[in-house]
């Protein structure tokens, strides 16, 4: 089940809503709340009071974790500001990252240095523990879903069946590309939901190698893997988005017999 509202923030237009049910939610996650953004592309349309405004958007939307989906900047220059932001997000459970192209691109050593200086947790090909009252879940993150010849092996293969398990990937092309096997859940971003489209419908441009298939929402894979995909927050080439707001996704989780 999902719901947008308005942010009440100038700079993110919405807050996408999921309640997201599963048998191997552990009881002590019943409700837990996980924030997750992507493509902050700073400072692209998203400027220095639009960072302001999702750190306290999310600080006043109380998750249990947050989730980053990785295109954190458009310059090396705004690395410190845009993590310190990140960082400043207060969540009991921890902030968990993976990394996009851009950041792959360049920045990379600043990035490492500035999500340790945060205790941003980055998920490179990783898993982490989430623990609430004796019970987790975990929380995979791919590193470069790009280069599937050096990463083609997903981080999920040795997980346990039974463990609830979100996997982190910048771009949602990786949960069809390769096998996920043990994926509860996968989080996205990368696709911008088209950032310029035809009443949300349709993009003439979208940077997935399955069309429309991955544009935004909830998905599948061809495994019927829910996967879910954010447009992101900030924008790349064109300083513009049509039918495509900048959105913060939250996602419930729901313990289900």
Do not use: W
């Amino acid at each position: 089940m999902s719901r947008s509202s308005a942010s009440g923030y100038k700079n993110v237009k919405r807050v996408r809503q999921y309640e997201f049910a599963h048998r191997d939610v552990p009881a002590a996650f019943n409700g837990c709340r996980l924030a997750f953004i992507s493509d902050l592309h700073y400072r692209s349309l998203l400027k220095k009071e639009g960072l302001e405004d999702i750190t306290r958007l999310l600080n006043d939307l109380h998750p249990d974790a947050l989730l980053i989906g990785g295109d954190l900047h458009e310059g090396c220059e705004y690395v410190p500001d845009v993590i310190a932001a990140l960082g400043a997000v207060k969540t009991p459970l921890g902030t968990y990252a993976v990394l996009g192209n851009n950041d792959y691109e360049a920045c990379y050593d600043d990035i490492l240095k500035e999500m340790e200086r945060q205790g941003i947790h980055l998920l490179e090909h990783k898993a982490d523990t989430l623990r609430r009252n004796g019970e987790h879940i975990v929380i995979a993150g791919v590193r470069n879903p790009f280069d599937i010849g050096q990463n083609g092996q997903s981080p999920t293969l040795s997980l346990a069946p039974e463990d609830f398990v979100v996997l982190l990937t910048h771009t949602p092309d990786y949960a069809e590309d390769v096998p996920i096997t043990n994926t509860d859940l996968v989080l996205a971003g990368h696709t911008h939901g088209g950032q310029v489209t035809v009443f949300g419908l349709y993009a003439p441009i979208i940077p997935s190698h399955y069309g429309q298939r991955f544009l935004t929402g909830l998905k599948y894979n061809s495994s019927n893997t829910p996967i879910i995909i954010t447009n992101g927050i900030g924008t790349s080439n064109k300083n513009v988005r049509l039918f495509a707001p900048s959105e913060v996704v939250v996602i419930t989780l729901l313990s289900r017999p």
